[in-house]
């Protein structure tokens, strides 16, 4: 059927909507690391500690996207 999706193309599209999730709150985050700049270090410290986590994650479905699109 031309209308069935496979469970490879289910998956990709929920990566990808983790993906532009974690991209706007990377967004959000790099924004309130620029009000923090100077102060509460500890606050800026964490927020520092969001952003790598949220690239981090996004670099990993981008690279499993990538994979599952190849088979």
């Known amino acids: 059927m031309k209308n069935e999706l496979k469970f490879t193309d289910i998956m990709i599209k929920d990566m990808e909507s983790r993906v532009?999730?974690?991209?706007?709150?990377?967004e959000h985050t790099e924004k309130e690391l620029k009000t923090l700049e100077r102060k509460e270090y500890y606050a800026r410290g964490l927020n520092q500690g969001y952003l790598n986590c949220h690239t981090s994650e996004i670099?990993?479905?981008?690279?499993?996207?990538?994979?599952l699109r190849s088979i």
């Open 20 to 26: 532009d999730a974690l991209s706007e709150m990377q």
């Open 59 to 67: 670099e990993y479905l981008q690279e499993k996207i990538k994979y």
